[in-house]
Nanobody, 113 residues
């Protein structure tokens, strides 16, 4: 199982970024994929998750600003992040839970004020 995350970078507050997570080694279309983040000195937290049927859930702090989506043909999950704030600064990881949790390598998002 491999999860390749990309799309992070430095952006000013109010800006946008789109993260991508390409998966291999799994039956992608039937699995729930999640985006998590970990800010410096804090625990990793769930940001958003999308089920095989396209159902989504978000942590409260990103509702209305972030959108998770998936393209089963490209085996990729996206996280569109709008209206970014410095509090969104973190390393973002994609995740799939099979017999255990699998994690991508993380992509750093830095939001400057």
């Amino acid at each position: 199982v491999q999860l390749q995350a990309s799309g992070g970078g430095l952006v000013q507050a109010g800006g946008s970024l789109r993260l991508s997570c390409e998966a291999s080694g799994i039956m992608f279309s039937i699995n729930t994929i999640g985006w998590y983040r970990q800010a410096s000195g804090k625990q990793r937290e769930l940001v958003a998750r999308i089920t095989s049927g396209g159902g989504t859930n978000y942590t409260d702090s990103v509702k209305g600003r972030f959108t998770i989506s998936r393209d089963n043909v490209k085996r990729t999950v996206y996280l569109q992040m709008n209206s970014l704030t410095p509090e969104d600064t973190a390393v973002y990881y994609c995740n799939v839970h099979l017999n255990r949790d699998y994690w991508g390598q993380g992509t750093l998002v830095t939001v400057s004020s």
